[in-house]
């Protein structure tokens, strides 16, 4: 992927070559914000989608509202020549929030939705509404190495390649402390009524990380999954909450095997 700098407002980052003829995959990342963690999908997502990565800047303090706009602006701005094309919306952890705040927003602009471990379980867990409330009196040298410590929370580390680990870590220790923990507040304060949850009838795919070390994900996944009115689950067996930088996991196959992409004839077809 393309890295702009990413320092005044959320922004996408796109692949060298970009395909406006290929149905659009937008990816609202997890806590660090960065978009850099897809890379190991984006490869084989690139067979059948233009794809694009949010990127967070690292002191962005801004509230859903403001997020789920920049988002929407940024999506309208790549369809804008090409407004036949299908989206695909995909969120993972704390992107996942973003995704279902961004659908219910504009419910007819998605044509599928993904939601990978998303953190919509934090508000409603009250362990961890009630231990969140206590970063705000961590010192800040804490972040730096407690990132290392929370790495097999975040990660079935024995299916990760030791690159990526390393990579995962990176974009742990680069969000301030300061955002960390406004980015927690915000997934405390998360809430969407059901009713409006209800009113999303696309497609939804919910993929759930059976060894989640960090939040009952697969709680989650059943949970949601008897709100929405066309969703599937699937649940992953191995996989810890960072499940797409696994070796053995493919974004891409999970949505063909699991019948997901939409037939040819959909493709070309306004959302």
Request: proline fraction near 7%; include cysteine; hydrophobic fraction near 40%.
């Amino acid at each position: 992927m393309n890295r702009p700098k990413v320092e005044l407002q959320p922004c996408f980052l796109a692949p060298r070559t970009i395909q406006s003829n290929y149905p659009l995959f937008i990816y609202l990342p997890g806590m660090d914000g960065s978009g850099q963690l897809l890379r190991t999908q984006t490869e084989g997502l690139e067979a059948y989608f233009d794809v694009r990565c949010l990127a967070i800047p690292r002191d962005d303090l801004t509230n859903w509202d403001e997020l789920v706009s920049s988002v929407l602006k940024l999506i309208h701005g790549e369809i804008k020549n090409t407004p036949q094309r299908s989206v695909y919306l995909c969120g993972e952890s704390f992107g996942g929030c973003l995704a279902l705040k961004v659908a219910i927003a504009a419910p007819h602009l998605f044509k599928r939705i993904i939601l990978l471990n998303p953190a919509s379980s934090f508000r409603i867990r009250p362990f961890f509404d009630w231990s969140s409330q206590f970063t705000d009196f961590v010192p800040n040298f804490f972040y730096d190495v407690g990132a290392l410590g929370l790495l097999p929370f975040l990660a079935s580390l024995p299916r990760m390649s030791s690159g990526d680990r390393q990579e995962l870590l990176k974009a742990m220790r680069s969000v301030p402390p300061e955002t960390i923990r406004w980015r927690i507040s915000l997934l405390r304060e998360f809430y969407i009524d059901e009713s409006k949850l209800k009113q999303l009838t696309q497609p939804i795919l919910l993929i759930a990380g059976a060894n989640d070390r960090l939040l009952p994900s697969t709680t989650e996944a059943l949970r949601l999954g008897n709100i929405f009115s066309n969703a599937e689950i699937l649940v992953l067996s191995e996989s810890g909450h960072a499940c797409l930088l696994e070796k053995d996991i493919n974004l891409y196959e999970i949505m063909r095997d699991n019948n997901f992409l939409e037939c040819s004839s959909e493709v070309n077809s306004i959302p």
